[in-house]
């Protein structure tokens, strides 16, 4: 029962949604429709209206040909050769069917088609209207099928004279097969129908010279006395235009009808699209749409189906799922105090990863010490020495009664132990256990600490280090101990790499911009091994013999954690290079 209700109510709402989409998209569809046919009226009339307008113009220049007069005023043969010529130069120039002079009599002097087997020359046209009105009234124009080619035509005259001493008229004919063409691509029917409602142009030939209406029988008689159409029958076409807008054919195809008046004898142009194309097209949306709509109100009444089910079980789920709360909240409990438990062993688990990670920086600052050791007694032995000397000095020329020599001893004494604390504190400073926490310290500071603690370590290895720091460098937010020990590490490893080496050279450069900082070490030692690549920042890698592993892996999470990276490659002395790059976090260089 339900399935029947469901199904009756479906086909109610689809059908109506139907009957209502189907009439607003058929309104829609002819209206797009009849757009389409009155931009293609307005582009057809326009092209029409033009090519007459551009030949309405000759017969004023022909007048105005001496060679004109002379053949009208003339029974010498010589000037209306002269103008067939002319005539049918300006033919093939302009474009124009015919260009032609006729005398006062009526009779053609002279043709653009004088050469040609339907030459007019000869011809009697004293008949024609077109004659007798620009005889009369200095102008004609007049369509009519041609009397000598058959072919029908609009005739442009113009008088050739004053009407008390006029010598003949100058015709233009012009046909309309090239605008026929043209319609004929643009799909439908368009035509041109006098006055009289008779086709005159036609996309489709076969309806030329039929009628629109029903012609009275007086008038039929004196068009056909006319010969204006020669013995065309002017039979119905067929067209039935109901006058709102649409018509309808023989074979019962019904229109859209654009009608509009023509500045041109009174004619008017009409413009027939078929109807059925936009129908179809507005039944197959209406089909899309029906089959759309009908399968959405079908969802939505499985839906409605399905939710109401869903209720009717959730609500007999509802009593199960609260017997089972209680069970669960004890089991979450459980769960959660296990879940806190085990975030505190993390918690205690990395402490000690933290706690071990210092203590390998440690080990490596401490190993470090144990290779510069010797470069810093080094370093102190010499002021030692001449601390000694100076105080030997000292005593010998207070003996002698000299206390102001005695005092430049003593101020070389004080400069001298001066620099022994700064090599010691810089290297207790090193040695220091634990992570410091940033400071805002000078770039340039940094660098001359590391300097002080490797420096005569390079010396004696006969080794040159040379130092290219940019001229202003900035103060930064950062560890001096844990940058000291990265830039340690590095040039302690360059050291190794070339100390072996004739020419062994190091460069350390130092630059800052409005970004970066970059701290690069490069050598002409032997390289990195290919193979090792990437993975000489990892724990116990190392390319030297002696090796720990543990100096680049500590430098580059050093670098990390200053919010940096550190990387190595190849170096254009010939060896391999480190490139320390850190974001610009810092304050502007003094």
């Not at 799909?187 to 030329?208: E, F, T, Y």
């Not at 090193?430 to 805002?440: E, I, K, M, Q």
Request: glycine share 8%; with cysteine.
């Amino acid at each position: 029962m339900r399935i029947v209700i469901f199904a009756v109510v479906l086909a109610l709402v689809t059908s109506v949604f139907a009957v209502t989409y189907s009439v607003a998209t058929r309104k829609a569809e002819l209206a797009a429709a009849r757009a389409e046919a009155e931009r293609r009226a307005s582009l057809e009339i326009g092209a029409l209206v033009a090519d007459v307008d551009k030949f309405r113009v000759l017969p004023f220049v022909l007048i105005e040909l001496p060679d004109v007069v002379a053949a009208l005023s003339s029974e010498s043969g010589s000037a209306s050769r002269r103008l067939d010529l002319k005539l049918a130069a300006l033919a093939r120039q302009t474009g124009a069917t015919v260009l032609y002079a006729v005398d006062a009599t009526g009779t053609d002097r002279s043709a653009s088609n004088a050469r040609g087997a339907d030459s007019f020359v000869g011809h009697d046209f004293r008949f024609r209207p077109y004659f007798v009105d620009a005889m009369r009234v200095g102008v004609g124009e007049y369509f009519a099928q041609g009397t000598v080619t058959g072919r029908p035509g609009l005739f442009l005259a113009r008088r050739v004279g004053t009407k008390a001493a006029a010598l003949g008229v100058v015709v233009v004919k012009i046909e309309f097969d090239r605008i026929e063409r043209l319609w004929r691509t643009g799909g439908g029917l368009s035509l041109v129908a006098d006055p009289d409602g008779i086709v005159i142009i036609c996309s489709d030939p076969k309806l030329r010279f039929q009628s629109l209406s029903q012609l009275p029988s007086t008038r039929r008689a004196a068009i056909s006395r006319s010969r204006q159409f020669g013995n065309a029958s002017l039979a119905d076409a067929g067209i039935k235009l109901d006058g709102q807008g649409f018509a309808t054919d023989r074979s019962g195809l019904r229109y859209l009808v654009i009608e509009r008046r023509l500045p041109l004898l009174g004619w008017r142009h009409v413009r027939l699209e078929p109807i059925q194309p936009a129908i179809d097209s507005a039944n197959a949306r209406v089909r899309l749409a029906t089959l759309i709509f009908g399968l959405a109100v079908s969802a939505l009444m499985v839906l409605v189906a399905w939710s109401a089910t869903r209720q009717r079980r959730n609500e007999a789920a509802r009593a199960s799922l609260e017997q089972q709360v209680s069970r669960r909240t004890s089991e979450l409990t459980d769960a959660y105090n296990s879940l806190r438990a085990e975030a505190e062993e993390r918690e205690r688990a990395d402490s000690r990863y933290r706690a071990a990670r210092e203590e390998l920086a440690q080990a490596n600052r401490l190993g470090s010490i144990g290779t510069i050791t010797a470069s810093v007694a080094h370093e102190m032995n010499q002021p030692v020495a001449a601390i000694r000397t100076a105080a030997e000095n000292g005593f010998k020329l207070l003996r002698r009664g000299q206390p102001d020599r005695a005092s430049a001893n003593l101020k070389l004494i004080v400069s001298l132990t001066q620099r022994i604390g700064a090599i010691t504190g810089e290297l207790l400073s090193y040695a220091r256990r634990g992570r410091l926490g940033p400071s805002t310290i000078a770039l340039d500071d940094i660098v001359n600490g590391v300097l002080m603690l490797v420096g005569d370590s390079f010396r004696r290895a006969g080794v040159v280090l040379e130092v290219d720091r940019a001229p202003c460098l900035p103060r930064i937010r950062a560890s001096r101990i844990r940058l000291e020990q990265v830039l340690v590490n590095i040039l302690q490893n360059a050291l190794d790499a070339v100390a072996d080496r004739d020419g062994g050279f190091v460069r350390l450069e130092v630059a800052a911009d409005d970004d970066m900082i970059r701290m690069s070490v490069h050598d002409n030692g032997p390289g990195l091994p290919q193979e090792l690549g990437e993975t000489v920042f990892l724990p116990f890698v190392t390319g030297k013999a002696h090796g720990t592993g543990l100096g680049l892996g500590i430098s580059r999470e050093i670098v990390a954690d200053h919010g940096g990276t550190l990387t190595a490659g190849a170096s254009p002395l010939g060896g391999a290079a480190f490139h320390a790059t850190f974001p610009r976090f810092f304050e502007v260089c003094s």
